[in-house]
């Protein structure tokens, strides 16, 4: 792991757990697998608190452990799986776009708890679901249910690993921690649960929404003693589906992009069919007959087969095969030039100084000033070729060439970089506002109180004026710096996504 | 490949004499021929750097508008939103609270987060180590280890201690404890023997008012028999 890398896990870590976690976690990252008494003493915290803070890093699957012989349980950190929390909000996101309000909560609550029993999530759901509705109506459980049947179906949550089930208990004493199995058909199995019932919704007053009198309503201690049907089977996210959805609009854009809507939406009709048939991680998809693609595109697309044969050859034909960099507006760090430059150098694979400019029609100067930039940005490399055994220079040929593999791997490098410090940043610029804030916060809840308990106008106005305008304003600008900041973390991300899917991707095909 | 670009700089001559073997005019010797790579005879080269690069050196090109409109807005007020909701989980361990210099009234009415190391959610814990589960003990069994050896002694001072373990205890709805727990009780009472002087002084005479705060007169007018010179007005 680049330190890039552990200074960004460190930041998120810190940020969605508290310094604890993030001391233990970091640590884990940086050492490996590792027992618990060794990391108490190499980090310097009690025994508690580390038992605590893997309780946590296990729970949300940042942290997996291994029992070795001799009863001694590892711990290993996933740092990929650290870095994915900087995706969290675009999961959810594609949750609803995809299956509206109620699919949003069901991704949401399993990324902010890690892992959760299906009847946990339906009633949790279905009373944040009932808390925006209207008086008097309620969101039903089978409802949610049935959101939630269909996130398993299409892979989106997933079955945790299971406890095996002991058949006898005289084997000897239980071992120190379960090997948890999971069957590959397992995986999407959803058990039959007749999950009945109503959200509900939290009130101040006597009845809530089902009418039973306040008292009645069901204590905490009461839940644990009725019998989960589903009692250790858990779910969680499965993020490599989400992974392989922003794959594919990604593609499906890029071909917009390139040509025009109606091979998009071939590319899409191909994804699609492929779904069921390709696992997510394989470089390519399954040979699709002219006929199969034609008999599943989408209705409103009347185009005919000779039609449709003409566009996949023109897909076929292209040289930019699909997966890589999206578009580059503007030109990015070095300007609209060095990327003609780029791109020119990318085509033709390998280019003395002098074709270089000529291919890309720029003036000497400028395309050696270029050059030189991206050269000691190490986007491009010089590759000698020697015209005799002894590579004197005066007679060998130096080349620049683009080894885009290595170009990628330093962008993404970079990437994590610019996330960390914006992340930083952002604490920074808090930090600093941190009185103001607090002072504003106050002023807010007892406007709040005051509201609740009916005050009048002036009242609230003067409590109002309690902040002055230039604190206004400074309030103002820390809100939209920080706004700033946070919808840069997410387009960085974006282009991390793609970086990584690249990398992996040429790395399976090689 | 880094070119140290600046070295061959005519204005740097005595660099060039060991790299060359000999001065030439204008540039020294490479190794390599200069003009394939691209510079030619005459060429004005950029000035040495002399010192780091700046911190945030000026952008020349814009950089790509950040997302905005519906899609824009709502991911990042998600973002935030995530962010303030993951803080107030169970999930978010905060270091714990140091203890104050001065046991205030008010700490008897503010629950300082999870009792004595508990975890504040429940797990499965058929899924997890046995290792990481912090044991729970029953109430009674630490309520016979404490007053037991307290008893003996009656002073007042011990009275009041006591009092104050009982409060403790009362204040403890669900008994948890762990490993260290002996110790931790033993640096407890260390520290309620340091504070008991300071308790001493607001328990003197049981009222609600502490005695420092209360001045009898008896040092009013003392200290002006000192070298008065100047009149007093």
Request: charge should be negative.
């Amino acid at each position: 792991m680049t330190q890039a890398e552990i200074k960004l896990c460190s930041l998120l870590l810190q940020e969605h757990f508290g310094e604890i976690v993030e001391k233990i976690g970091v640590h884990l990252i940086r050492t490996g697998s590792q027992p618990l008494r060794v990391i108490a003493h190499d980090t310097g915290t009690s025994l508690d608190q580390v038992k605590k803070a893997l309780c946590v890093l296990i729970q949300h699957n940042l942290v997996i452990y291994q029992v070795h012989k001799r009863g001694v349980v590892e711990y290993e950190a996933q740092c990929n799986r650290v870095l994915r929390m900087l995706r969290y909000p675009r999961y959810i996101y594609t949750a609803k776009t995809l299956y509206s309000d109620t699919g949003e909560l069901i991704v949401e609550e399993l990324l902010l708890n890690g892992k959760m029993t299906m009847s946990a999530v339906v009633k949790k759901v279905a009373d944040r679901l009932t808390e925006t509705m209207e008086d008097g109506k309620t969101m039903d459980y089978a409802e949610v249910s049935n959101t939630f049947v269909r996130l398993v179906d299409t892979h989106f949550v997933q079955r945790c690993p299971l406890v095996p089930a002991t058949e006898n208990s005289d084997t000897g004493p239980p071992p120190p921690a379960p090997t948890l199995v999971i069957n590959e058909k397992d995986m999407y199995l959803v058990p039959k649960l007749s999950l009945i019932g109503k959200g509900k919704r939290r009130r101040s007053s006597d009845e809530d929404a089902t009418g039973e009198p306040k008292a009645k309503r069901p204590k905490q201690s009461t839940d644990n003693k009725e019998p989960i049907p589903d009692d250790g089977i858990y779910w969680q996210a499965n993020l490599d589906r989400f992974h392989q959805h922003f794959r594919d609009q990604a593609i499906v854009s890029a071909v917009a992009n390139r040509m025009d809507q109606t091979s998009s939406e071939i590319v899409r009709t191909m994804l699609r069919m492929s779904e069921v048939t390709t696992p997510s991680g394989a470089p390519f998809t399954q040979p699709l007959s002219s006929n199969e693609i034609f008999r599943s595109l989408p209705v409103g697309y009347n185009i005919s087969k000779q039609v449709l044969d003409q566009y996949l050859t023109l897909l076929a034909d292209d040289p930019l095969e699909f997966v890589g960099k999206s578009g580059d507006s503007g030109g990015g760090i070095f300007g609209s030039r060095c990327a003609r430059i780029f791109r020119l150098v990318l085509q033709k694979k390998h280019l003395e100084q002098k074709q270089v400019e000529d291919f890309a029609m720029i003036p000497a100067k400028e395309a050696k000033d270029m050059l030189y930039k991206m050269l000691s940005e190490n986007f491009i490399s010089l590759q000698e070729i020697p015209k005799t055994p002894d590579h004197a220079p005066s007679r060998t040929f130096y080349l620049y060439t683009v080894n885009i593999l290595s170009a990628a791997r330093m962008l993404l490098h970079r990437c994590y970089k610019s996330v960390a410090n914006l992340i930083e940043r952002r604490q920074f610029e808090t930090k600093e506002n941190k009185r103001l804030l607090e002072k504003s916060q106050r002023v807010e809840a007892i406007i709040a109180s005051m509201q609740a308990t009916g005050a009048e106008e002036a009242q609230l106005q003067e409590i109002e004026e309690m902040i002055t305008a230039p604190e206004r304003q400074q309030l103002e600008t820390l809100k939209r710096n920080v706004n700033k900041l946070d919808a840069c973390e997410i387009q960085v991300d974006e282009t991390i996504f793609l970086l990584e899917s690249y990398i992996e991707s040429t790395m399976k095909r090689q | 490949m880094v070119f140290p670009i600046g070295c061959l700089n005519s204005q740097a001559p005595s660099i060039m004499a060991s790299r060359g073997g000999g001065r030439g005019c204008g540039r020294g010797q490479l190794t390599f021929n200069v003009e394939a790579v691209g510079i030619g005879k005459g060429d004005a080269l950029p000035p040495p750097t002399l010192q780091p690069s700046p911190l945030f050196p000026p952008l020349e090109f814009r950089p790509v508008p950040l997302p905005s409109g519906e899609e824009g807005e709502y991911v990042l007020a998600l973002k935030q939103e995530l962010r303030g909701a993951m803080r107030q989980l169970p999930y978010f361990i905060r270091p714990a609270v140091p203890k104050r210099d001065v046991e205030r009234y008010s700490d008897k009415y503010q629950m300082s987060g999870p009792i004595d190391n508990a975890i504040d959610w429940n797990p499965d814990w058929r899924r997890l180590p046995r290792e990481l589960k912090i044991r729970v003990r029953k109430l009674q069994k630490e309520r016979t280890t404490i007053i037991l050896p307290k008893r003996p002694p009656k002073t007042t001072e011990d009275k009041e201690e006591t009092i104050q373990k009982l409060e403790t205890l009362e204040k403890k709805e669900e008994e948890v404890t762990s490993e260290e727990d002996e110790e931790k009780e033993e640096e407890e009472e260390k520290e309620e023997e340091e504070e008991e002087e300071y308790d001493e002084e607001e328990h003197e005479e049981e009222t609600d008012y502490i005695m420092s705060y209360f001045d009898n007169g008896e040092d009013f007018g003392g200290d002006s028999d000192d070298n008065m010179d100047e009149a007093i007005y």
